[in-house]
């Protein structure tokens, strides 16, 4: 399992200036989207950010929260490392959680507020990655990752994708035929489409999932997303709410 953190945390922090609406459960209908395409749900991912209020924390404040929510997922705080830039925008706290069914990153940070580097804001920034027990374990899992980010604001920002496969390669049209049907399925609206060899993304949004982000004058709240990748012979599917934020 591969974890993208910074590039995650600065695109959710720029689309989160669009919309805050309390979390939801966006699970069920992103499960019916990807059992539409044919492939089963394997592993999920939720990435989660939370501004914490008032001042900067210090590094042993940073790690007690992310010790705490360490412990909130059942995991075991052994050590934490510390890191600055050169710059000294910002610095964190991050621990790590490996298992054989679980990936996960929880980070407190100080960063830099706007152009005045002596400002600092503070986040907790949640980023897992895990394999999928049953359609339970994903609701679950968002369940507890929006109790622990609500003790912190009571707009926590969280985005939650899936991803599945289905084995060899589509014939020609088939990846346009799976994603609108996914489409269709949870009564979504296709707005953008992005194609390119072996490369198919749509985004769009339906009323069926509660949060959404306006971009470019559009609410959008899905995005799909299918790939073939040569050296595993698996056409992947990757469908996340509101956007996708991991590799693919």
């Not at 042993?60 to 000294?88: H, K, M, P, W």
């Not at 003790?151 to 346009?176: A, F, M, V």
């Not at 012979?233 to 509101?242: C, E, L, M, Q």
Request: charged share 25%.
């Amino acid at each position: 399992m591969k974890l993208v953190f910074v590039s995650i945390f600065i695109l959710l922090l720029s689309f989160s200036m669009t919309r805050s609406v309390p979390a939801a459960q966006s699970g069920e209908p992103l499960v019916r989207a990807m059992t539409a395409t044919g492939a089963k749900t394997e592993e999920f991912c939720i990435n989660a950010w939370v501004k914490l209020p008032n001042a900067q924390r210090n590094d042993e404040q940073l790690a007690e929260i992310v010790q705490q929510v360490v412990e909130d997922l059942g995991g075991s705080f052994l050590d934490y490392q510390v890191t600055r830039q050169d710059n000294d925008n910002q610095h964190s706290v991050q621990a790590e959680i490996i298992s054989p069914t679980l990936h996960a990153l929880i980070t407190g940070k100080n960063v830099s507020s706007g152009f005045n580097i002596s400002e600092k804001e503070c986040y907790l920034v949640i980023t897992l990655e895990e394999k999928v027990e049953d359609e339970l374990s994903i609701r679950r899992r968002q369940e507890e990752i929006q109790e622990i980010t609500k003790k912190i604001s009571n707009y926590p920002h969280i985005n939650t994708c899936l991803i599945g496969w289905l084995n060899g390669t589509l014939r020609d049209g088939e990846e346009q035929d799976l994603l609108q049907k996914a489409f269709r399925v949870i009564d979504a609206k296709i707005i953008d489409k992005l194609e390119a060899e072996r490369f198919i993304s749509y985004t769009g949004f339906t009323s069926r999932i509660i949060e959404w982000l306006q971009v470019g004058g559009e609410k959008i709240n899905l995005n799909m997303a299918m790939r073939y990748r040569q050296y595993d012979n698996r056409t992947y599917v990757i469908i996340g709410s509101p956007i996708i934020t991991r590799e693919y």
